[in-house]
């Protein structure tokens, strides 16, 4: 069956530092992956989208690589800062218009 | 623009009550998203439409769910009977045709069923 994971349901690293979040599926064949930021009580908010011909993508201090062979996305936030602390949630698509499928997120603290 | 608006914010009520959320989508948006979030199950998709029109309802629990969309700026999700299972925040969420970029979320509804 088709399955999304995150690396862990909880990251604590120290301000500075780099945090790395990993997103492994299986029996997808995605054509795009995504990356949402979630507050508590809040909705998820996009950050970043890697097609599946693209190794690598950057944003500020973000960024998403994206391996099909290994059928695995890390997620890179470089210079981690204590407002960074959220949930990251990782999503698939098969194409451009079908429904987004999330795996179950990594909560992200960052320590002052 | 507004962004996705869904109401209530947070719904608490007892088992067998009717439930309805709503839920507006941001203007010119073509695709509709009802999301269930759960702590064991993360983030789920309940149901989807396209221009008005139901594309994809397997993600729907049971026959107590249903949701509609009458026009382009209006959605409801609507639980009857409620159990105390389906406690969840529901999140809608829109995206233009073709896009394929993001997912606007509103900021969810937080059922509670007791």
């Known amino acids: 069956s088709q399955k999304i994971e995150q690396n862990s349901e909880a990251l604590n690293i120290q301000e500075g530092k780099t945090a790395t979040l990993t997103c492994n599926y299986t029996?997808?064949?995605?054509?795009?992956l995504q990356w949402y930021r979630q507050d508590p009580g809040r909705g998820p908010v996009f950050l970043l989208l890697i097609r599946e011909n693209e190794k690598e993508k950057r944003k500020e201090r973000l960024k998403v690589t994206f391996d099909t062979t290994l059928k695995q996305s890390l997620f890179h936030i470089t210079a981690s800062q204590p407002a960074d602390s959220a949930t990251y949630l990782c999503?698939?698509?098969?194409?451009?218009?079908?429904?987004?499928?999330f795996g179950k997120g990594t909560r992200l603290s960052v320590i002052a | 623009d507004a962004g996705v608006i869904q109401s209530p914010r947070h719904e608490v009520t007892e088992m067998g009550q009717e439930v309805t959320l709503r839920c507006k989508p941001i203007?010119?948006?073509?695709?509709l998203f009802w999301y269930r979030q759960t702590m064991m199950r993360g983030l789920e998709l309940l149901i989807y439409?396209?221009?008005?029109?139901?594309?994809?309802d397997s993600g729907m629990p049971e026959d107590r769910f249903s949701a509609k969309m009458p026009n382009a700026s209006f959605s409801t999700l609507k639980i009857q009977p409620s159990e105390p299972r389906d406690s969840a925040v529901y999140f809608c969420?829109?995206?233009?045709?073709?896009?394929?970029?993001?997912?606007?979320f509103g900021e969810g509804s937080r059922l509670t069923v007791l």
């Open positions: 029996n997808y064949s995605p054509a795009y």
């Open positions: 439409f396209n221009n008005n029109v139901p594309i994809d």
């Open positions: 203007s010119g948006h073509d695709y």
């Open positions: 999503a698939l698509e098969a194409s451009g218009n079908t429904p987004l499928v």
């Open positions: 969420a829109s995206k233009r045709r073709g896009d394929t970029g993001e997912l606007f």
